[in-house]
């Protein structure tokens, strides 16, 4: 499994960015997620999907801001983040979990597929 995000850039405090995160390799590996790292911190959960129900669950940080999404036939993955603060400056990363009957995990170590992060900066 291959992930590959995009999306990051500086918005100002406010303002809507939509990440993405391209999936390949898919096969029947089923849940996946968004974490974000800011300096000095630990990753931190943000949201997972089940792909297959496209069933989610969003931290309550970004719970009503941020949503996430996943488009089947382009096996793209995404995180609509709306309301962004300076708190949300992060790098942003798009991880996968092996087992295909995992259930929802806001524990990084529970996914074993990461993609290069997006940096999302957001201004005051």
């Known amino acids: 499994v291959q992930l590959q995000a995009s999306g990051g850039g500086l918005v100002q405090t406010g303002d809507s960015l939509r990440l993405s995160c391209a999936v390949s390799?898919?096969?029947?590996?089923?849940?996946f997620g968004w974490f974000r790292q800011a300096p000095a911190k630990e990753r931190e959960f943000v949201a997972a999907?089940?792909?297959?129900?496209?069933?989610?669950v969003h931290a309550d940080s970004v719970k009503g801001r941020f949503t996430i999404s996943r488009d089947n036939a382009k096996n793209t993955m995404y995180l609509q983040m709306n309301s962004l603060t300076p708190e949300d400056t992060a790098i942003y990363y798009c991880?996968?979990?092996?087992?295909?009957?995992?259930?929802?995990?806001?524990?990084?170590?529970?996914?074993?597929?990461w993609g290069r992060g997006t940096l999302v900066t957001v201004s005051s």
């Open positions: 991880a996968g979990r092996r087992d295909s009957f995992a259930e929802f995990s806001n524990r990084a170590n529970d996914y074993n597929y």
């Open positions: 390799g898919r096969a029947f590996k089923n849940l």
């Open positions: 999907i089940r792909w297959d129900r496209g069933t989610t």
